[in-house]
């Protein structure tokens, strides 16, 4: 087939005029699509913008409405009709005359796990109906105290506390009676599963006790599951922790000398600062500090935690870090409260020292702790230096008296989340607690040198916070650090959990907010300048044993 080709000469003259149309038409489109590309993008860059400046206008009001009253801090948290109670109310089977056997624990762990794993283990001895032998506290490498439980607490008044609900001995005797034999008495030892259920006791150990007399539950920290379905069981853990467990009468006068003194000027507030080595390596949170310092962390780890590796940015990012003591002066700085604040720090030895010291001391230079406060003569009546348990004991009843308290890591940090606990059965006392987690990204913004509406953004974090009243208890917050509502009540409800026993309700305000009467130790008078700091003898004792008393009245 012929092929015929066509020359631009054969074209018609329309044809080439409409072919130049189409090119010049094509160009222009082109152009257009450009200028219209172009405006495109100014639109969406000029959209993105408008956004952006809407959105810093609305974060602008937002933040200029994130304001804190502290004047109502320095008072108890709202309580919306609770009470605190932890009366028997229905259900609770008393106490029989014949005992299954005899139960012995060893606590191990600090002064505030082992104060846990005390009511876990009036609890077991309920649930089995046995003999609970005075808890055996563990003495190790590391605290080095062998003070026990009559060194740290009031015997006496833990037995006479618990006499409607368990039967309490202090010590094994060395025979017991089966049938009518006399045999040796000799516990059998087990180990309890962590956070047993307590169907293990009512089967496993007490199986064990009634073959054998006695069995002996070592270690015991955890051992007995926090969440339990009786409301009965966890109102007898309030008793225990909350009226039984009280510190003995040396404990009690040094921390009411040390509370008296620091309320002499007025409001105080206690800050547990858990920046220390052990909290530091477990929580992996390393980058802040020199190579050594971190290759010193790093070993205590390695020797004393499952060996993981943890990111320190990562970590902090998810509200793993301890706070600084720089970070917790910021905060309270933006929250509004002022240089003049008296400050009591509870805290053992900070890692790092006073390089991590110092930027609190320049925000608040008003610090105190227990050595400052009070003399070394009067700390040696409790041996409340060093590692041993008395001096936490001490720091714990004076973060308990406090009328603000701020624990700066609650992960797991007993001696934090107790006292949380604590305050809100003594009458929703204020607790700030920082929300690690939401402020970071802030602080690592001001590291970058963002320092725009940083107290602003702070502020709006810490607002949300409950401050120490009812709330409730959601996974992982521990029974210890919030016991609402089982150990709670409401006068007016209607509903049976919930309503007050009669008792209750005929007590005087008074009667039930003890910690507002703990509250008010005002400094009487009785300390004078000179030799002489302490003032009368006498006048100690005898507001320390109002203290005591007022943990006998709720209840």
């Known amino acids: 087939m012929r092929r015929v080709q066509i020359h631009a000469h054969d074209v018609p003259f329309g044809a080439r005029r409409g072919n130049v149309a189409a090119r010049q038409l094509k160009h222009i489109t082109g152009n257009m699509k450009t ?5 495109s993008v100014s639109l969406v860059v000029l959209l993105i913008c408008s956004l952006s400046l809407v959105s810093r206008i609305r974060e602008d009001r937002l933040l200029a409405q994130a304001q804190i009253d502290i004047d109502k801090l320095w008072a108890s948290s709202p309580s919306f009709g609770w009470r605190q109670s932890s009366l028997r109310r229905h259900s609770y089977a008393s106490l029989s005359s014949e005992s299954n056997g005899y139960l012995l624990v060893r606590c191990n762990g600090g002064l505030n796990q082992q104060r846990s794993a005390i009511c876990n283990a009036v609890l077991a001895a309920k649930i089995m109906n046995a003999t609970l032998v005075l808890p055996v506290l563990d003495t190790n490498s590391y605290w080095h105290d062998k003070s026990g439980f009559s060194g740290i607490y ?3 008044h833990f037995v006479k506390s618990l006499r409607n609900d368990v039967h309490v001995v202090q010590s094994l005797p060395s025979t017991y009676i089966v049938g009518k034999k006399r045999k040796k008495l000799k516990p059998f030892q087990i180990q309890p599963p962590r956070d047993a259920p307590p169907s293990w006791y009512e089967t496993v150990a007490l199986e064990k006790m009634k073959e054998h007399g006695a069995v002996y539950l070592t270690p015991f920290s955890h051992r007995l ?3 339990v379905d009786d409301p009965e069981y966890q109102r007898l853990r309030c008793r225990v922790n909350f009226h039984a ?12 000398l040390i509370v008296r003194r620091l309320r002499s000027e007025g409001h105080f507030m206690a800050i547990h600062l858990r920046f220390e080595m052990d909290m530091l390596a477990f929580a992996g949170c390393l980058a802040i500090f020199t190579a050594e310092e971190q290759e010193f962390l790093r070993k205590y780890r390695n020797d004393n935690f499952a060996k993981k590796n943890l990111v320190h940015n990562e970590r902090r990012l998810i509200g793993k870090c301890p706070l600084t003591p720089e970070e917790v002066g910021l905060i309270l700085q933006s929250m509004g409260f ?8 509870a805290a053992g030895d900070i890692f790092g020292g006073e390089r991590f010291m110092q930027p609190l001391r320049a925000l608040f230079p008003r610090l105190e702790n227990r050595s400052t406060i009070a ?5 040696a009546t409790v041996k409340a230096e060093g590692r041993g348990l008395l001096g936490p004991a001490v720091d714990y009843m004076v973060c308990l008296l406090a009328d603000i308290f701020v624990p700066t890591y609650d992960g797991p940090s007993n001696f934090a989340n107790n006292l949380i606990g604590h305050r809100l059965y003594y009458g929703f006392r204020t607790t700030i607690q920082p929300n690690r987690k939401a402020l970071a990204p802030i602080f690592m913004d001001r590291e970058k040198g963002w320092t725009r509406n ?5 502020r709006l974090v810490m607002q949300n916070s409950s401050f120490g009243g009812p709330h409730p208890r959601i996974s992982p917050e521990s029974f210890y650090t ?3 509502p089982e150990c709670f009540c409401r006068i007016t409800s209607q509903t049976l959990e919930e309503k007050c026993p009669g008792n209750v309700i005929n007590m005087r305000d008074e009667d039930l907010n003890v910690g507002d009467q703990l509250q008010q130790l005002k400094a009487t008078g009785d300390e004078v300048e000179g030799n002489t700091r302490t003032g009368s003898e006498n006048n100690h004792a005898l507001n320390s044993t109002r203290i005591m008393q007022e943990q006998d009245r709720v209840d």
């Open 338 to 345: 002022n240089n003049s604040t008296r400050i009591y720090i």
């Open 35 to 39: 200028v219209v590309g172009r405006v």
């Open 154 to 156: 009031d015997v006496e």
């Open 245 to 256: 467990l009280r510190f003995n009468e040396d404990i009690m006068r040094l921390s009411n």
């Open 225 to 227: 599951a926090e969440e």
């Open 482 to 484: 919030n016991p609402w």
């Open 454 to 458: 940083f107290e602003a953004r702070v």
């Open 375 to 379: 003399t070394a003569k009067e700390l």
